[in-house]
């Protein structure tokens, strides 16, 4: 494999440098958010519905490692679901 197929560059002494090829995030979508008492939730089961704070046109939250990241809208095409990014979240530094 060639350094471009991720395995690490290569310092002048030959030894690999860990490339961002190989670093792995989660990414997860907030559709919305709902608040219940605690007894509501031990009686959830299979089939329950859980009404959300936002509608089907809404933004939606990205969040990379539980850090949100940007916003987007979802896009359903067919049995496919999707979500188009249409804001990137400014960073804050570390520690902040």
Known sequence: MSD???????????TA?????DVSIDIAVVLGTSA?????VLRLGR????ELDA???DEVSILANNLP???????VSGN???VEV???LPRTPAGA
Do not use: F, R
């Open 4 to 14: 471009s197929e991720g395995t690490g560059a290569k310092t002048g002494a030959g």
């Open 36 to 40: 219940m008492p605690i007894h509501q």
């Open 47 to 50: 089939g329950a519905i859980i």
């Open 69 to 75: 990241v940007a916003k987007g809208t979802v896009i």
């Open 17 to 21: 440098v860990p490339t961002l090829d």
């Open 55 to 57: 509608s089907e046109d």
């Open 86 to 88: 249409k804001q990137l």
């Open 80 to 82: 496919k679901i999707a």
